[in-house]
C-alpha cells in the first residue's frame, strides 16, 4: 500500500504558476504509475496528466497540454505537477494518484484504474 500526500496549493493570479508536489511512502514508488486529477466544484474528477513508472512517458489533457508539466522522481518517491500560464477555469482541488502496475512504459489516463489517491490541495487562480 501506498499513502499520497499532496502540497504546494494556493491563490494565484492568471498567468501565474505553481508547483504542486506529491510524496509517496509505504512500497516500492517505483512500482506506481502516478497521475494528476482535479475537480472544479459542480464537476466531474477530470483527468489532468500522468507518467509512466519509468518516467520516460507522459500524457496531458489537451486543455493543459504546453502549460502544465508533470515529473517525478523515484529516488525521492515524489511526482511534481508544474502549473504554468494558469487560468481562472485551472481552480480546482488537485488529487495525485497511483497505480500499481506491472507495466513499465504505460500512463494511465482513467480515474478508474487508480488504486490510490491523496487527499488533495485547493488551487485558485483569480482573474
Known amino acids: 500500500q501506498v499513502q499520497l500526500v499532496e502540497s504546494g496549493g494556493g491563490l494565484v493570479q492568471a498567468g501565474g504558476s505553481l508547483r504542486l508536489s506529491c510524496a509517496a511512502s509505504g512500497r516500492t514508488f517505483s512500482s506506481y504509475a502516478m497521475g494528476w486529477f482535479r475537480q472544479a466544484p459542480g464537476k466531474e474528477r477530470e483527468f489532468v496528466a500522468a507518467?509512466?513508472?519509468?518516467?520516460?512517458?507522459?500524457s496531458y489533457a489537451d486543455s493543459v497540454k504546453g502549460r502544465f508539466t508533470i515529473a517525478r522522481s523515484n529516488a525521492k518517491n515524489t511526482v511534481n505537477l508544474q502549473m504554468n500560464s494558469l487560468k481562472p477555469d485551472d481552480t480546482a482541488v488537485y488529487y495525485c494518484?497511483?497505480?500499481?502496475?506491472?507495466?513499465?512504459?504505460?500512463?494511465?489516463?482513467?480515474?478508474?484504474?487508480?488504486?490510490?489517491w491523496g487527499q488533495g490541495t485547493q488551487v485558485t487562480v483569480s482573474s
Open positions: 507518467i509512466s513508472r519509468s518516467g520516460d512517458s507522459t
Open positions: 494518484a497511483a497505480d500499481l502496475d506491472t507495466r513499465f512504459r504505460v500512463v494511465i489516463t482513467s480515474s478508474s484504474e487508480y488504486n490510490y
